[in-house]
C-alpha cells in the first residue's frame, strides 16, 4: 500500500532529511537526482539484492542514474576490516571519484560498513542509507555513527560519517523474519525507560507493536530516539545514554557470533544494568521487574545471559567496550525510569568487578523465583 511521503531532519550535528514512507520506491529517481553525481554505486547483499535491490537498480537506472552494483557479505560477521578493505578497492576499481554516490541497501550492519567506507574513501564521500531492518529503519540510521568490529570486540573502529539522506522505505523491512523484526523493538523500549517516567509510557509503542501496522511502529519508534538526538546533536554528550544496557548487550552480541540479534543481546544487557543497579541499592525490585515484563513477556525477547557465557568471560569482553576511558569500565545505570545515577557527571559508575561478577554468577545459576516467570 502506497503511502504519503513523510519527511523530518535527524536533528544531528551533521543532519540530513529523513524519507519515510511504505511503497514509495518510485519516488526515490527524482529525490537522488540533484545530487548530480558522476557514479552512483549500490551496495548491498546477494540475498537482499536478489529480494528488492535488483528492482531498485532497474528502477534507478531507467531513470539515467549511472549505477554500479556492489555486493558484500551482510550481518554482524561480516562487518569486518576484510569487507572494509575488500569494499573500499571495489569502489576505487569501479570508478568512484569525490562526486560519486553510494548507496546502502542493508540492515544495521551493512549501512555501519557502508558508511564507515563511504567517511573513509577520499576523506569522505556522499552515501545514502536505505534500510531494510526494523532496527536500521529505526536505530542505527538515526545515529551518524559508522563502525566495523576488531578481532577483540565490537564496534572498535569507527567514525561519525552523515548520510545525504535516510530513505526509509518499510516495504523492504516487510520480509524480515518475525524474530529480527521483534529485536528490532528492544532499543525504543530502552529509550522509554532512559526518557520516560513510568510504565505506561510504554503503550503506544506496544500497541504499535501489535498493531502489525510497520509504517506505525517505524514512527513510534523513531520519535522514541529523536529528542535524545535532539538534546545532544554531536552524540557525544548526553546521548550517552542511548547506550543503557549497551555495555553487556555489546559484548554478549560479539561473544555470540551472530547467534542473537543485536536487540537480543541489548534485550538481555538492559536486564543486567537493572540488576546490576539493584544490588548496588539502586533500582527497586519493581523496576528490575518492569524490564522482565516489558521485554520478556510484552516483547518476547531473551532476557537471560546464556549459559554459554561465563561471567568472567563476558566482564573480559566488557573491558574492552569501546566507552571505556581512562577512569575505566563504566556503566550506565538506571535508578527509576529516565532517571540515571550520576546524572551530573559523565551518567557512567563505576562498579566493582567482584560485585559484577557476583550479580552475573547469581543470574546464570538456576533461575530465582523472580526470574521464573520472566523467561
Ligand atoms: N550506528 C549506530 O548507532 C547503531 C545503532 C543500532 C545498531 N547498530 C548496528 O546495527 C547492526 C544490527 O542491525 P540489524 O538489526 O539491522 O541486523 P543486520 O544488519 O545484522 O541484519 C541481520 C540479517 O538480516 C538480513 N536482512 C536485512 N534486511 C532484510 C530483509 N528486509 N528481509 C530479510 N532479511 C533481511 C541481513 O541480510 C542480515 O543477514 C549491529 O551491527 C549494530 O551494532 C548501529
Known amino acids: 500500500m502506497t503511502s504519503d511521503l513523510q519527511i523530518f531532519s535527524t536533528e544531528l550535528a551533521e543532519p540530513c532529511p529523513y524519507y519515510l514512507g511504505e511503497e514509495i520506491e518510485a519516488q526515490?529517481?527524482?529525490?537522488?537526482?540533484?545530487?548530480?553525481?558522476?557514479?552512483?554505486?549500490?551496495?548491498?547483499?546477494?540475498?537482499?539484492?536478489?529480494?528488492?535491490?535488483?528492482?531498485?537498480?532497474?528502477?534507478l537506472r531507467q531513470a539515467g542514474l549511472p549505477l554500479r552494483v556492489i555486493l558484500v557479505g551482510d550481518g554482524e560477521r561480516e562487518k569486518n576490516w576484510r569487507s572494509l578493505r575488500r569494499l573500499g578497492e571495489a569502489l576505487v576499481a569501479g570508478g568512484a571519484t569525490k562526486d560519486s554516490l553510494v548507496l546502502a541497501l542493508g540492515g544495521g550492519a551493512l549501512g555501519n560498513l557502508v558508511g564507515l567506507a563511504a567517511a573513509l574513501l577520499y576523506r569522505g564521500v556522499r552515501f545514502v542509507e536505505i534500510?531494510?531492518?526494523?532496527?536500521?529503519?529505526?536505530?542505527?540510521?538515526?545515529?551518524?555513527?559508522?563502525?566495523?568490529?576488531?578481532?577483540?570486540?565490537?564496534?572498535?573502529?569507527?567514525?561519525?560519517?552523515?548520510?545525504?539522506l535516510i530513505w526509509g522505505d518499510v516495504a523492504y523491512a516487510r520480509s524480515e523474519p518475525e524474530r529480527q523484526?521483534?529485536?528490532?523493538?528492544?532499543?525504543?523500549?530502552?529509550?522509554?525507560?532512559?526518557?520516560?517516567?513510568?510504565?505506561?509510557d510504554t503503550q503506544p509503542l506496544l500497541d504499535a507493536w501489535q498493531s502489525r501496522d510497520l509504517l506505525r511502529l517505524t514512527r513510534c519508534l523513531i520519535d522514541s530516539k529523536l529528542p535524545i538526538l535532539r538534546a545532544d546533536p554531536s552524540e557525544r554528550a548526553s546521548a550517552i545514554i542511548l547506550e543503557y544496557g549497551h555495555t553487556f548487550g555489546h559484548?554478549?552480541?560479539?561473544?555470540?557470533?551472530?547467534?542473537?540479534?543485536?536487540?537480543?543481546?541489548?534485550?538481555?544487557?538492559?536486564?543486567?544494568?537493572?540488576?546490576?543497579?539493584?544490588?548496588?541499592g539502586c533500582?527497586?525490585?519493581?523496576?528490575?521487574?518492569?524490564?522482565?515484563?516489558?521485554?520478556?513477556?510484552?516483547?518476547?525477547?531473551?532476557?537471560?545471559?546464556?549459559?554459554e557465557i561465563t561471567p568472567r568471560?563476558?566482564?573480559?569482553?566488557?573491558?574492552r567496550d569501546n566507552k571505556r576511558s581512562r577512569k575505566g569500565l563504566g556503566y550506565l545505570l538506571l535508578v527509576d525510569w529516565g532517571q540515571f545515577l550520576n546524572p551530573s557527571g559523565d551518567r557512567q559508575t563505576k562498579v566493582d568487578d567482584e560485585l559484577v561478577l557476583k550479580v552475573l554468577s547469581q543470574l546464570t545459576s538456576p533461575p530465582s523465583p523472580r526470574l521464573k516467570s520472566a523467561r
Open 251 to 280: 559484548a554478549i552480541e560479539w561473544l555470540c557470533q551472530g547467534a542473537l540479534f543485536h536487540g537480543e543481546a541489548i534485550s538481555i544487557g538492559l536486564c543486567l544494568a537493572a540488576e546490576l543497579s539493584n544490588s548496588l
Open 131 to 164: 534500510p531494510t531492518t526494523l532496527m536500521a529503519l529505526t536505530d542505527s540510521t538515526l545515529s551518524n555513527k559508522q563502525a566495523i568490529n576488531g578481532r577483540r570486540g565490537k564496534n572498535l573502529f569507527g567514525s561519525y560519517h552523515a548520510p545525504v
Open 313 to 319: 568471560v563476558l566482564l573480559e569482553t566488557m573491558q
Open 28 to 59: 526515490l529517481p527524482a529525490v537522488l537526482a540533484p545530487f548530480e553525481c558522476d557514479r552512483c554505486f549500490l551496495v548491498t547483499s546477494r540475498p537482499l539484492y536478489e529480494r528488492m535491490g535488483r528492482g531498485l537498480a532497474q528502477r
Open 181 to 200: 523484526r521483534r529485536a528490532g523493538v528492544v532499543e525504543g523500549i530502552k529509550n522509554l525507560l532512559i526518557t520516560g517516567e513510568s510504565i505506561t
Open 283 to 307: 533500582a527497586s525490585d519493581e523496576f528490575v521487574r518492569e524490564h522482565y515484563e516489558l521485554l520478556g513477556d510484552a516483547l518476547g525477547t531473551p532476557t537471560r545471559l546464556p549459559a
